[in-house]
């Protein structure tokens, strides 16, 4: 296999989308710790306008977001545009249909903050010659 999934001189932005600030937080540092700049979002409006107006490496996405919201559009979007995810979610028996067929990887809360950014990093690997 050659090439490689991206170049070590590009940034690696990572969208964190979790309606839990503390979770958020946590997360955020975990990534700073991995060498990466997140860009996070309390909110579906706020992750969506991230995910328009920057390049994303990959993204940790809070399934549930309150009031019935859910991260279904934005996991589509960054799917469309090839951008891998985890899915980080304590609600594994109350998703629906829609959200179970999105087919990012699932991470299961709790789960320490460096094991789900270690997850959502897995498919930036630099792939050697």
């Not at 019935?68 to 279904?72: A, F, P, V």
């Not at 980080?88 to 594994?92: A, E, N, P, Q, R």
């Given at each position: 296999m050659t090439g490689t999934l991206r170049s070590i001189a590009d940034p690696c932005r990572v969208l964190v989308l979790d309606d839990e600030p503390l979770i958020l937080l946590d997360l955020e540092f975990a990534l700073e710790d991995a060498g990466c700049e997140p860009l996070t979002a309390l909110d579906l409006v706020e992750a969506l306008a991230i995910v328009h107006s920057n390049a994303i490496s990959a993204a940790i996405l809070d399934v549930s977001l309150g009031q019935?919201?859910?991260?279904?559009q934005v996991a589509r979007q960054l799917a469309d545009m090839g951008v891998p995810y985890v899915l980080?979610?304590?609600?594994?028996d109350r998703m629906d249909e829609g959200v179970r067929k999105l087919g990012g990887t699932l991470v299961p809360k709790p789960t320490p903050a460096a094991v789900v950014v270690a997850r959502a990093l897995e498919p930036l690997a630099i792939r050697q010659d």
């Open positions: 019935g919201q859910t991260c279904e980080h979610t304590g609600d594994l």
